[in-house]
């Protein structure tokens, strides 16, 4: 299995509060990605990394923010979370991106709930 | 309109029978084909990967493309519970630095 981890696994929080999610991995891939996935929407992109302080938005960026200042690390932040939010959050890596059609491999996910 | 189509369904059939999953998409500069399967819980994996047009054979799995008819399918033989999770189709064009996916099919395999 690709050297993902992603923390916190779970969290409850409430509206207005500042929520960060790290995603760690061990395989020096230069890509990194968060989703989110909802019932009946799939994953969708929220931004992505394609270097260390290299970052772009995806399709669903507003109320999110990203910070890659090591290799190893991605964190996502909401910045004041709101119910919309509650999701479930995953992170992936790659080494190319997907321009060859390169596999992205995916952590295990945070589940969110925003009350 | 979203660029990738995936009926999410969910999918109910019994142990054995054939299992067509299909994705639609409107990007012709799509190149790169691919199918996650997601188990409950779980992180999506990478299941089948082909480029443009044709068919690739993987044990149990088929994935096709028809790039002219701008639509992929998975076929899956001989289905087992344990197959029973998320499909997911994804795509990208070449240089692109992201996939695309689909909503996902919810698949249950009953014995």
């Known amino acids: 299995d690709a050297g993902i981890t992603q923390s916190p696994r779970h969290k409850v929080t409430e509206t207005g509060t500042p929520v960060t999610l790290r995603c760690h991995q061990t395989?020096?891939?230069?890509?990194m990605y968060w989703y989110r996935q909802d019932p009946g929407h799939g994953l969708r992109l929220i931004h992505y990394?394609?270097?260390?302080?290299?970052?772009d938005k995806g399709e669903v960026s507003d109320g999110y923010s990203v910070s890659r200042s090591k290799t190893e690390d991605f964190l996502l932040t909401l910045e004041s979370a709101t119910s919309s939010q509650t999701s479930v959050y995953f992170c992936?890596?790659?080494?190319f991106g997907g321009g060859a059609g390169e596999e992205q491999f995916f952590g295990p996910g945070t589940r969110l709930t925003v009350l | 309109q979203k660029e990738v189509e995936q009926d999410p369904g969910p999918l109910s059939v019994p142990e054995g029978a054939i299992v067509s999953l299909n994705c639609t998409y409107s990007n012709s500069a799509f190149q790169y084909f691919m199918w996650y399967r997601q188990y409950s819980r779980k992180g999506p994996e990478l299941l089948m990967y082909t480029y443009s047009s044709g068919n690739k054979e993987d044990g149990r799995f088929t994935a096709q493309v028809d790039k002219s008819s701008k639509y992929i399918s998975l076929f899956i033989r001989d289905s087992q519970p344990s197959d029973s999770a998320t499909y997911l189709c994804?795509?990208?064009?070449?240089?692109?630095?992201?996939?695309?996916f689909g909503q996902g099919t919810r698949l249950t395999i009953n014995p």
């Open positions: 994804a795509m990208s064009a070449p240089g692109a630095q992201k996939l695309v």
């Open positions: 395989e020096n891939h230069r890509y």
């Open positions: 990394s394609y270097g260390v302080k290299d970052t």
């Open positions: 992936a890596i790659s080494e």
